[in-house]
């Protein structure tokens, strides 16, 4: 029997990687996209006729109402988000109503709707914030502090809620930082593989950052999307931390990148306090000790492995569009 997934944010790094994992696994494929005239398909390019389009908002109750009754998946995968941190400092507001309120109502729709359908929300590393220990596990106390940390807190724990409160296949993959060619731009590895692209070029000098021994868990999107489909596979609905328990600073990214191209970081990196956060969370490393045992998950993918990929994707997109500045490729 062929299952039927759902994937709100279809369009992004993570929905679109996800997308093309399902269409291998044999599901039908439906995206929710925003109303809007011409929706960016640019990553879903080659898969498009393969997968089912559909018009929501995750603002919007009725739509998410109407998709679920149309579409009647097994499973749900909400990646839709506000994912930016510097973004919800500015626009705290749409943050919350996006990023945590938007989970409750797509949690009302599949509970109303289709009640049986497993779901899955993609949580993030950013609900630990000033995590009061390291690594951080499935256990850790959650003390997010930005505007995306609380709200991905809030979508974390009304999904825990729904899941005891209405018996649920309802899950958290809390996911660390992964990265991708198509990752945005916006994103601090890819303004980087990019940037160090150009300098190779001769299309810039410099390169602006911010604060550069930020350290993060840093893993490849590819593999963090066959970690989603295992936890929805899973007998039971649990939370998983996933993340590849490395720990590295945006300036070992800096430095391995240029190391990459033979060109010394300190002749062109700028540290630009314009790009600091206005609070800084601490060392962000994940324990995915829990992923490994029961699910049989860990990560492919090296961090000097996706610092390379990056860049070698990043090198092609300058040399066949040098002012182009928010592609993204395979």
């Known amino acids: 029997m062929t299952k039927t997934a759902l994937i709100t944010g279809i369009t992004g790094q993570d929905g679109s990687y996800l997308a093309e994992l399902l269409l291998r696994k044999g599901y039908r494929v439906a995206g929710m996209v925003r109303g809007v005239s011409t929706p960016n398909l640019y990553r879903l390019r080659t898969i498009k006729d393969q997968i089912e389009l559909v018009s929501g908002d995750l603002l919007d109750q009725n739509s ?4 679920i009754k149309s579409v009647q998946p097994d499973e749900v995968y909400n990646l839709a988000a506000q994912s930016f941190v510097p973004s919800s400092w500015n626009q705290p507001v749409l943050t919350g109503d996006l990023t945590a309120l938007g989970v409750t109502r797509i949690l009302e729709a599949v509970r109303f709707m289709k009640p049986d359908a497993k779901f899955f929300q993609a949580s993030s590393s950013e609900i630990f914030g000033n995590a009061r220990e390291t690594p951080q596990s499935e256990n850790t106390p959650i003390r997010p502090c930005s505007p995306l940390g609380i709200a991905k807190a809030y979508g974390h724990w009304i999904t825990v809620n729904y899941r005891e409160s209405y018996n649920m296949f309802a899950c958290n ?9 198509r990752r945005g731009l916006d994103f601090v590895a890819r303004k980087i593989t990019y940037g160090v692209a150009r300098i190779k070029s001769g299309f810039q000098k410099k390169l602006h950052l911010g604060n550069i021994d930020t350290k993060r868990d840093w893993g490849y999107a590819p593999d963090y999307m ?4 295992q936890i929805m596979a899973h007998d039971n609905p649990e939370d998983f931390v996933i993340a590849t328990g490395e720990a590295h600073t945006v300036r070992e990214i800096v430095q391995t990148a240029f190391e990459l191209i033979g060109l010394i970081p300190e002749d ?14 601490g060392v962000l490393l994940g324990d995915n000790s829990k992923a490994q045992k029961i699910l049989g998950w860990k990560p492919k993918t090296t961090f000097k492995q996706l610092v390379a990929l990056l860049l070698e994707s990043d090198l092609k997109k300058v040399k066949e569009n040098p002012e182009e500045s928010s592609l993204f490729s395979e």
């Not at 998410?64 to 998709?67: C, D, R, T």
């Not at 993959?173 to 060619?181: D, K, T, V």
């Open 173 to 181: 993959g809390i996911l660390f930082n992964h990265e991708s060619p």
């Open 64 to 67: 998410l109402f109407s998709i």
């Open 226 to 229: 066959e970690a989603t489909w």
């Open 268 to 281: 062109h990196v700028v540290v630009d306090h314009r790009f600091f956060r206005p609070t800084e969370v």
